[in-house]
């Protein structure tokens, strides 16, 4: 357990950092702050990034399929 | 544009010794009130009230920033007892700053004695559906109920039985994951003095394919770390072939147990 130790070198997602730093701790105190209406804007932006990289590996994975299946025709053709 | 807006990490009733986080620029620590509040000067060109709006919807700047913010608090707290503030707090001026200190004094002083000694644990629990749904029969007495009546049925009553089952495994995967996310929750408990349940998020904000189940934090005195490490440590071991993959991480900053009240 002591790699769960919390530092800058693990790596723990933006998203559970996120969860704590925006909505939890002092809030609500200074004299500029980030609004609720931000915050809900902040995790629309990460939610579409996920999707994103989510849609990325997708088209990466069926690429690599491709290839293999092509190789595969090559191979039992020759 | 001037540098003349103070951002705020974190507070402690003692003072921190600035020099052991020299990789941090710009660090600084002034006491007001008595308590002694770790910050930085920023410019208005980043954090104005506009500035800090743009910025926040760029995902690179805010995850450089908030990983920036929990990196501070979570060094100071290595040897002073700190209340973490919200990220982008940030005050105009040092007027307002010690304002909000001698209105909220008490209940500072409060937290502190709320979170001193003690550290912030997170457990995390997710379930694989597809590889908990096989102990489903063991468990439910309806769904090994079903499989006795589908081996005696002819094959089209059998199929319709069949769809049956398959919604009913459904229902009881939700049923069986919720106690068993409840158990493993209590095991935490017993090693804590205070704990909270946080919302649990959707899949497309974990990044993860598996059910999210528990997302609890816990407040842990720091005698009792050990034990609480341990119980994560073995619940993670022993559940993993069930399907649940547990995970703890902290100590974080004392976020989800500071309440500050006027």
Request: charged share 25%; hydrophobic share 40%.
């Amino acid at each position: 357990m002591q790699e769960d130790k919390i530092d800058n070198r693990r790596n723990i997602t933006i998203v559970e950092i996120l969860d704590r730093v925006l909505t939890k701790g002092v809030v609500i105190s200074g004299d500029v702050v980030i609004s609720v209406a931000d915050i809900d804007l902040v995790y629309l932006g990460i939610r579409l990034m996920l999707s994103s990289v989510e849609t990325i590996e997708q088209l990466r994975l069926q690429k690599i399929k491709d290839i293999n299946s092509d190789n595969s025709a090559v191979n039992s053709s020759d | 544009m001037k540098n003349n807006l103070i951002y705020i990490y974190c507070l402690s009733d003692s003072s921190p010794e600035l020099s052991r986080y020299a990789e941090f620029d710009g660090l600084k620590c002034d006491c007001f009130g008595g308590f002694f509040v770790i910050y930085k000067i920023v410019s208005e060109k980043d954090f104005s009230e506009e500035s800090l709006k743009k910025n926040i919807s760029d995902i690179a700047w805010l995850e450089s920033n908030a990983r920036e913010h929990i990196g501070v608090i979570s060094r100071i707290m290595e040897h002073n007892t700190v209340i973490p503030f919200q990220f982008g707090t940030i005050y105009k001026s040092e007027e307002g700053l010690s304002n909000f200190i001698e209105k909220y004094s008490s209940s500072l002083t409060e937290n502190i004695n709320k979170v001193g000694g003690h550290e912030e644990w997170s457990v995390k629990i997710f379930c694989d559906r597809n590889v908990f749904k096989h102990q489903i029969e063991g468990l439910s007495k309806e769904v090994s109920a079903l499989e006795i009546e589908i081996r005696r049925s002819s094959p089209g009553k059998a199929y319709l039985l069949e769809r049956k089952k398959s919604e009913l495994i459904e229902t009881d995967i939700d049923r069986f994951t919720y106690i068993y996310s409840q158990n493993y929750y209590n095991l935490f408990l017993k090693h804590s003095e205070l704990t909270q349940i946080n919302n649990l998020l959707p899949k497309d904000q974990t990044g993860r394919k598996d059910d999210f189940i528990l997302n609890a934090a816990f407040l842990v005195k720091k005698n009792s770390v050990f034990n609480f490490i341990q119980t994560a440590d073995l619940l993670r071991k022993e559940k993993k072939l069930l399907g649940f993959d547990v995970i703890a991480t902290g100590p974080w900053p004392p976020f989800s147990f500071i309440s500050i009240k006027a």
